[in-house]
């Protein structure tokens, strides 16, 4: 049997396949920039638009997009489910087509597809790569102090209950090597917002995966409404905690255990 050759146009030298999948919840003044952004600055890669059943018609101008455009695919799901939902669906649906890399990326434009080619050069050699707000050289643009404070606010917190080396826990612009994703317990995954992205964080972190932060230039949506919410605030708050007192939890029982055991042989 003749062996398919993809073309190498479709491929990222070291990192393979990618798909960037863009969740969109009434989107529908942004879509159509963004998508093309991500053509133009990375010819390479295809786009799958994971839209939950925007009231504004985003899915259609999607369909429509993808229509001209074979690297272009929409997921039409049946309602609001959160941002988690829609990055799972989006996660699975590249498995099952072979893409060796996921893509992370906001449709608001806070994301500069412009970054793009940085982050998955970095991922030649990392499992994952977070678009970084919060490292040297990064620059936030047009936020208001509030959000500042919330995000380093949250991110200070991140790091030091759940002890893991990132300085922006809770960003949206990612790399994830498929390889990585392979190993991760995605059912087990329960967050519906930001919190998602500090889970997906703890889970590679836990599972040994090589992370890799790279400086963004992060700007304000211009278009459309923000889908934050102070649930969405209290939801990571509160899943942090608990995984910090999971975390806790295992760490005096694994001592207790590690204790008892010397005991024993040395009573
Ligand atoms: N499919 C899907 N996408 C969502 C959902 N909620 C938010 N999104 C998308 O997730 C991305 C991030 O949402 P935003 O509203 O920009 O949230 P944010 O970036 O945290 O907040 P802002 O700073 O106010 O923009 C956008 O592309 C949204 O359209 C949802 O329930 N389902
Ligand atoms: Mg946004």
């Known amino acids: 049997m003749q062996e398919t050759i993809r073309p190498a146009m479709t491929e ?32 390479q890669v295809e786009v799958l638009v994971a839209d939950d059943n925007s009231p504004d018609g985003t899915g259609a101008i999607v369909e429509d997009l993808a229509r001209a455009d074979a690297q272009v695919h929409v997921l039409h799901r049946e ?30 434009g806070s994301h500069d597809p412009r970054d793009l080619p940085a982050l998955l ?9 977070i678009g970084s707000r919060w490292t040297r050289g990064a620059r936030v643009v ?27 826990a809770t960003g949206g612009y990612r790399v994830y090597r498929s390889s990585l994703l392979d190993l991760l317990d995605l059912e087990s995954v329960s967050s519906q917002g930001y919190s998602f992205q500090v889970e997906l964080c703890r889970l590679a972190h836990r599972a040994g995966a090589r992370i890799a932060e790279v400086p963004i230039t992060f700007a304000e949506r211009e278009r459309g409404a923000s889908k934050m919410s102070p649930l969405i605030v209290v939801e990571a708050l509160w899943r942090i905690t608990g995984w910090a007192v999971d975390d806790r ?13 010397g005991q024993a042989r040395w009573p």
């Open 249 to 261: 939890r295992t760490a005096v029982r694994r001592g207790w255990r590690a204790a008892t055991a």
């Open 12 to 43: 990222v030298p070291g990192v393979g396949r990618v798909l960037v999948v863009i969740p969109t919840f009434n989107e529908a003044d942004n879509v159509s920039a963004i998508v093309g952004r991500v053509r133009r600055a990375a010819p």
């Open 79 to 108: 309602g609001k489910q959160g941002l988690g939902a829609a990055y799972l669906a989006g996660f699975a649906w590249a498995r099952q087509r072979g893409f060796d890399a996921v893509v992370e990326m906001d449709a608001d």
């Open 142 to 168: 047009n936020w208001p102090l509030r959000r500042l404070l919330l995000s380093r606010g949250g991110n200070l917190y991140a790091r030091l209950a759940l002890g893991m080396p990132v300085a922006d």
């Open 121 to 129: 050069a970095a991922a030649v050699d990392a499992d994952v790569v």
